[in-house]
């Protein structure tokens, strides 16, 4: 199974800024997702971001606000852009192992951002 | 649309069994996950169905009924750390896995 870091863990922001989320995945996998989920509420797909290609964005995200980069098969980064409260989440970075699609997705540790 | 129909909230007892049911639309289907989320925690795989019948591991079994769009995921021998939010994730034909909000589960001594 993939075992997945994620970094930060937690951080404040000032609104207007932007925040970098890291991504580091102990082994190659093919597929990895960028999640967000509010308290209490389901995770919400943000996009899939893909080695050597554009992230494909979910309706309702836009690469200006999120931009992802995926370098290679171990590591990808989301950054959250001009934040503002409404931004304030835990952000989610999963992974598929293997390559095969039915694979079950693992899961980082989670970015609790708040931006005030 | 895509939909998935779950308890908000259960409670059980230490020691009992406790079934938490789902139901689901999905355009098409690949599968469906069973996920445990503790609270401010990342979701942990459970199980995994994608033919009909139950899958046992452990304390945990999950059914699937694909003609019904349901399933259930069964806890025994409850313990106080299975307190936590349960997500049936069915995988649509795209292979995107669908969530709704969960069970919240409660275990009382």
């Known amino acids: 199974s993939a075992v997945i870091s994620q970094k930060p863990s937690r951080d404040i922001c000032q609104r207007g800024t932007s925040l970098t989320i890291q991504c580091q995945v102990d082994?190659?996998?093919?597929?990895m997702f960028w999640y967000r989920q509010q308290p209490g509420q389901s995770l919400t797909l943000i996009a899939t971001a893909n080695q050597g290609s554009e992230a494909t964005y979910e309706s309702g995200f836009v690469i200006d606000k999120f931009p992802i980069s995926r370098p290679n098969l171990t590591f990808s980064t989301l950054t959250v852009s001009n934040m503002s409260p409404e931004d304030s989440s835990i952000y989610l970075c999963?992974?598929?192992?293997?390559?095969?699609?039915?694979?079950?997705?693992?899961f980082g540790e989670g970015s609790r951002l708040t931006v005030l | 649309g895509q939909n998935i129909d779950q308890p908000t909230e259960m409670t059980a007892t230490e020691g009992a069994i406790v079934q938490i049911n789902c139901t689901y639309q999905?355009?098409?289907?690949?599968?469906l996950f069973w996920y445990q989320q503790h609270a401010g925690e990342a979701p942990t795989f459970l199980s995994y169905n994608v033919l009909d019948g139950l899958e046992e591991k452990g304390r945990f079994s999950s059914f699937l009924s694909r003609s019904k769009g349901y399933s259930y995921l069964l806890l025994k021998e409850l313990q106080m750390k299975d307190s936590a939010s349960y997500l049936c994730?069915?995988?649509?034909?795209?292979?995107?896995?669908?969530w709704g909000a969960g069970t919240k589960l409660i275990i009382k001594p």
């Open positions: 994730s069915p995988m649509d034909s795209n292979y995107q896995l669908i």
């Open positions: 999905t355009s098409g289907f690949n599968g």
């Open positions: 082994s190659q996998v093919t597929m």
């Open positions: 999963s992974a598929r192992d293997g390559e095969a699609d039915t694979g079950e997705l693992f």
